[in-house]
C-alpha cells in the first residue's frame, strides 16, 4: 500500500494545509493501491509562491549549471527505473512490459532530448544592432494526465527545467505514483529548493487554482479538449500563456496500394497498445470499398489475437483506467450499435474470465459513415472503427472532417502519393507507413487539438519569451 501524502514545496516534504485523502484504485484488481492527500488554493499559493522566489536565481543559472542537473536527473532517474515501471503497472494497469520498455522509456527519453537540445541551443540572436534574447517565461504551471503519466511530465518539466524556468506540477489523482517518484528523482538530483513543486489534487479544485493563479505565466495542460477549454477560460483573467495538447480521432488511411497485411494489422496494434488510451492512436481507418471486406477480415484476425489480461501474465492489453472510463466505453460501443455499426471484433462487455478490473474486449467496428457517433467521439479505449472510401480525395476529406487534428496516418507502397496525401491532411504530426516515434519531432494539434508543441527543441520555444534588446550592438562606421 502506498500512502503518498505530503506535497513538495520549496525542496520540502509538507503537509497539505487541510487534511483530505482520497483512495488510488488498481484498475487491474479494482480494490485501493494506496492514498494521496488532495491539496487546496492554499496548496497551489504556497507552491507557486515557492517557485516565483526560486525564480530570481534559477533564471540565472549558465546553461552549464542547468546540463550538469539534467545529467543528475537522468543518473537518478536510471536508478529508479524499475521503480517508476512498477508504479505505472499498479497505479494504471500497464502491461509490465508496455511500463518498462514504453512508459518508463519515455520519462528518460524526454529528459535525454532536453539535454541534447540544451548543449546547443541558441538562447541569443544578433540582428543587426539589435539583440534578440530567449529568457525563461517564469512560473509554469503543468497539470497533466493519467495515460502516459510519465512521458507527460517528462515532457514538460524537462524543457521547463532547461530553459531556466520554475514549476509548479499537478498530476492527475487517478495515476499520482509515477509523480511521487519522478519528484524524489528530481530531489536526489538536487534541484534547487522551489524550482519543482508538486501538488496533488483534482482539476476543478488544484487545476483550476494553477490556471488561474496571477503569480503563474504560463500554465501547460494535457487532457480532454472540454478540460482544456476550462483551463483556459481560468487562464484568460491574468492573460496567461496557454499550451495545451487535447483530444484526437485520428485517421488512418489505408492506400489501394498498401500492403494490407502489414498496414491494417500495425493500424490494429496502434489503437490496441496501452488500452485504446492515447490521444494520437489511429482510431479511425479508412480503407478503400473495393478491398474493405479484406481489410475488416485481416482487422478481426489482429483484435482477435490481442490478448487482454492482467499486468503480470504477458498479455499484450491491461485494464483501462477506471470503473468511469470502462463504463463510457461501453456506452460508446453500444451507440454505435445502435447507430448500426456491425461488430467486426470484440464489442460490449469484459472478455471472458475477466470479470475483476477494468477490462475491455479489444474491438473494432464497422462504420457506415463519418457521422456515426463512434467515428466523431473519442472513445479513449481499444476500439477501432473503420470506414470505407471511393476516392483518395474521398479519404483525405473524411480524413480532416473531424474537430480534431492532433495526429494521422497514410500507409501505401508509392512513397510520392503516400506524401502527398499526407501534406493534405490537417494534423500536427503525420506518420507515414508506420514510422518509429521520434522524440525530437514536435508533438502538438491543429483545431481542437490544442496549440503549441511539446517534445525535443519545439518544446523550449513554449518556456520562452523574446526580448528585443535595440541598440545592443553599435551601429557599423559610415
Known amino acids: 500500500m502506498r500512502d503518498y501524502l505530503k506535497f513538495y514545496i520549496n525542496g520540502s516534504w509538507v503537509d497539505p494545509v487541510a487534511a483530505k485523502r482520497i483512495e488510488v484504485i488498481n484498475p ?5 493501491a494506496g492514498h494521496i ?9 504556497r507552491a507557486v509562491k515557492a517557485a516565483r522566489a526560486a525564480f530570481a536565481s534559477y533564471s540565472q543559472t549558465s546553461v552549464d549549471e542547468r546540463v550538469a542537473l539534467l545529467e543528475r536527473i537522468i543518473a537518478e532517474y536510471q536508478k529508479r527505473y524499475a521503480d517508476m515501471a512498477a508504479a505505472i503497472t499498479e497505479e494504471m494497469g500497464a502491461p509490465a512490459v508496455l511500463a518498462q520498455k514504453a512508459q518508463a522509456a519515455m520519462g528518460i527519453g524526454h529528459l535525454q532530448a532536453a539535454l541534447g537540445v540544451l548543449k546547443s541551443y541558441h538562447f541569443q540572436e544578433l540582428r543587426g544592432t539589435t539583440m534578440l534574447a530567449k529568457e525563461p517565461i517564469g512560473v509554469c504551471g503543468l497539470i497533466t494526465p493519467w495515460n502516459w503519466p510519465v512521458n507527460q511530465i517528462a515532457c514538460k518539466v524537462a524543457p521547463a527545467l532547461a530553459v531556466g524556468c520554475t514549476m509548479v506540477l499537478k498530476p492527475s489523482e487517478l495515476s499520482p505514483f509515477s509523480a511521487q517518484i519522478w519528484t524524489e528523482i528530481l530531489d536526489a538530483a538536487g534541484v534547487p529548493a522551489g524550482v519543482f513543486n508538486l501538488v496533488n489534487g483534482d482539476g476543478p479544485t488544484v487545476g483550476a487554482a494553477i490556471a488561474s493563479h496571477p503569480e503563474v505565466d504560463m500554465v501547460s495542460f494535457t487532457g480532454s479538449t472540454r478540460a482544456g477549454v476550462e483551463v483556459a477560460r481560468n487562464a484568460a483573467p491574468t492573460v496567461k500563456r496557454v499550451h495545451q495538447e487535447l483530444g484526437g480521432k485520428s485517421p488512418n488511411i489505408i492506400l489501394e496500394d498498401a500492403d494490407f497485411k502489414r498496414a491494417i494489422t500495425a493500424g490494429v496494434r496502434g489503437v490496441m497498445s496501452n488500452s485504446g488510451q492515447s490521444c494520437n492512436a489511429p482510431t479511425r481507418m479508412l480503407v478503400p470499398n473495393a478491398r474493405l471486406a479484406e481489410a475488416l477480415a485481416i482487422a478481426k484476425q489482429a483484435a482477435e489475437a490481442t490478448t487482454v489480461g492482467a499486468p503480470d501474465s504477458g498479455a499484450a492489453l491491461g485494464p483501462v483506467i477506471s470503473a468511469t472510463q470502462w463504463d463510457k466505453i461501453q456506452t460508446l460501443i453500444h451507440k454505435g450499435i445502435e447507430e448500426g455499426a456491425t461488430v467486426v471484433a470484440g464489442g460490449p462487455g469484459k472478455p471472458a474470465g475477466l470479470e475483476t478490473g ?4 479489444p474491438t473494432v467496428l464497422a462504420v457506415k459513415d463519418n457521422q456515426a457517433t463512434v467515428a466523431r467521439e ?5 476500439v477501432l472503427t473503420i470506414l470505407g472510401y471511393d ?6 476529406a473524411i480524413g480532416n472532417d473531424t474537430p480534431y487534428g492532433l495526429a494521422a496516418y497514410v500507409s501505401g507502397t508509392d512513397l510520392d502519393a503516400a506524401r502527398k496525401v499526407a501534406s493534405r491532411l490537417r494534423a500536427g504530426q503525420v506518420n507515414i507507413n508506420s514510422a518509429a516515434p521520434d522524440l525530437m519531432a514536435p508533438f502538438g494539434g491543429f483545431k481542437q487539438s490544442g496549440n503549441g508543441r511539446e517534445w525535443g527543441d519545439h518544446a523550449f520555444a513554449e518556456f520562452l519569451e523574446v526580448k528585443a534588446l535595440l541598440g545592443y550592438a553599435p551601429k557599423p562606421a559610415a
Open 358 to 361: 477494468y477490462y475491455v474486449k
Open 391 to 396: 476516392t483518395v480525395d474521398e479519404a483525405i
Open 378 to 382: 473519442e472513445i479513449f479505449g481499444p
Open 28 to 32: 487491474a484488481t479494482e480494490s485501493a
Open 37 to 45: 492527500s488532495m491539496g487546496s488554493a492554499a496548496d497551489v499559493d
